[in-house]
């Protein structure tokens, strides 16, 4: 048997309204979009690392890094509220299409996410190339905060079934980080989701890994991390 086709995307879009350009912003000496483009070509069971864009300047860019850019994303699948399943569905799609490539495995990382280790990526890979029944693997942050939400009816504390007690006896939620590292099989993402029925989360304790640049204080924070936080990447 063959082993599955792994092809890491990495959806980049030009059009960023909340940080202009914040995809080619150089962040400690390499452009944002570099730090995930080094993290997928890092992991031996990656075949392509492939960067979905509108932007020809990214795409440029992307290519300098070692990754592949195809094709242009079309201008429909990269407005402010396109969601993310259907630029992978584009871009798997596109592989087949034109190029013949069968995508098994979809590694999905977000250019905004770079506080990954090198085990996130290995781990969500090899956990559904360990288990065929899974659908999805991803990173997720544990956190024993209460969490509410807001209801027609007031508000509603989340998860109401966990024992509230102190912070070292509670159960924990998890916070969903796909942007780190998710693994999803292309069957999944074909039925027009990023997360399917079955899957298994890999906790995550590096609270740097929060960081999700959107604003001028995310890059800030990310900067200081970096420069004087004592923290690796991709490692």
């Known amino acids: 048997m063959s082993r599955p086709h792994v092809a890491a995307i990495i959806p980049a879009r030009g059009g960023s309204k909340g940080l202009p350009g914040k995809n080619l912003r150089p962040l400690v000496g390499k452009p944002l979009i570099a730090y995930s483009i080094e993290a997928a070509k890092g992991c031996g069971q990656v ?9 020809p300047q990214i795409a440029a860019t992307a290519k300098r890094w070692g990754a592949e850019a195809p094709f242009l994303r ?8 396109t969601p993310t399943e259907p630029v992978l569905l584009h871009a798997i ?3 087949q299409t034109q190029e013949r490539y069968q995508t098994d495995i979809v590694l999905f990382l977000q250019p905004t996410d770079l ?7 290995d781990g969500v890979i090899q956990a559904l190339l360990d ?5 999805t693997a991803f990173v997720a942050y544990p956190t024993h905060k209460n969490f509410w939400r807001t209801t027609g009816h ?4 989340l998860a109401a079934d966990l024992t509230h007690g102190p912070r070292q006896t509670r159960e924990p939620l998890y916070r969903e980080d796909t942007g780190l590292a998710c693994a999803t099989r292309a069957s999944v993402i074909r039925h027009g989701q990023r997360i399917g029925d079955r899957v298994v989360i890999l906790p995550n304790t590096d609270e740097a890994s929060f960081i999700d640049i959107h604003t001028e204080f995310d890059f800030w924070l990310a900067e200081q991390v970096l420069t004087h936080g004592q923290r690796t990447i991709n490692d």
């Open 93 to 95: 799609d596109w592989l």
């Open 47 to 55: 075949d392509r690392v492939v960067v979905s864009t509108d932007d």
């Open 131 to 135: 288990d065929s029944t899974l659908d």
């Open 74 to 81: 079309p201008a429909e699948l990269a407005q402010d509220l």
């Open 115 to 121: 506080f990954r280790k090198r085990w996130m990526i």
């Open 154 to 157: 007031g508000y509603v504390r």
